[in-house]
């Protein structure tokens, strides 16, 4: 089992930034990589980005390129999103999520064994 526990969450202006942690614990040894998903108001779980937990490849969603930033401290166990000019399309409950062991591709929620309880970001106009 892995734990995953989200904070950093809040409310900001656009154009302000926020950073989100994510401190995993319990069998988190080998883990295959680390994804960040959010889900507005009325829509599906979006990807938002991912990275390989020992170092390497590292995705993002095209609406947060550029200005989102995945960062990971393996000591700490803890997997981070800096948010960077933020916009009001960016509101929605944060998630972090773990797959243990490749079990498809790093953009698809399905892939994902486990995951937080959510953070919320609002983001006003």
């Known amino acids: 089992q892995v734990q995953l526990v989200e904070s950093g969450g809040g409310l900001v202006q656009a154009g302000g930034s926020l950073r989100l942690s994510c401190a995993a614990s319990?069998?988190?040894?080998?883990?295959?990589?680390m994804g960040w998903f959010r889900q507005a108001p009325g829509k599906e779980r979006e990807f938002v980005a991912a990275?390989?937990?020992?170092?390497?490849?590292?995705f993002y969603a095209d609406s947060v390129k550029g200005r989102f930033t995945i960062s990971r401290d393996n000591a700490k166990n803890t997997v981070y999103l800096q948010m960077n000019t933020l916009k009001p399309e960016d509101t929605a409950v944060y998630y972090c999520?773990?797959?243990?062991?490749?079990?498809?591709?790093?953009?698809?929620?399905?892939?994902?064994?486990?995951w937080g309880q959510g953070t919320q970001v609002t983001v006003s106009s």
């Open positions: 319990g069998r988190i040894f080998n883990v295959y990589r």
């Open positions: 999520a773990v797959d243990r062991d490749y079990s498809g591709s790093y953009y698809s929620s399905p892939s994902y064994d486990y």
């Open positions: 990275l390989r937990w020992s170092g390497g490849s590292i």
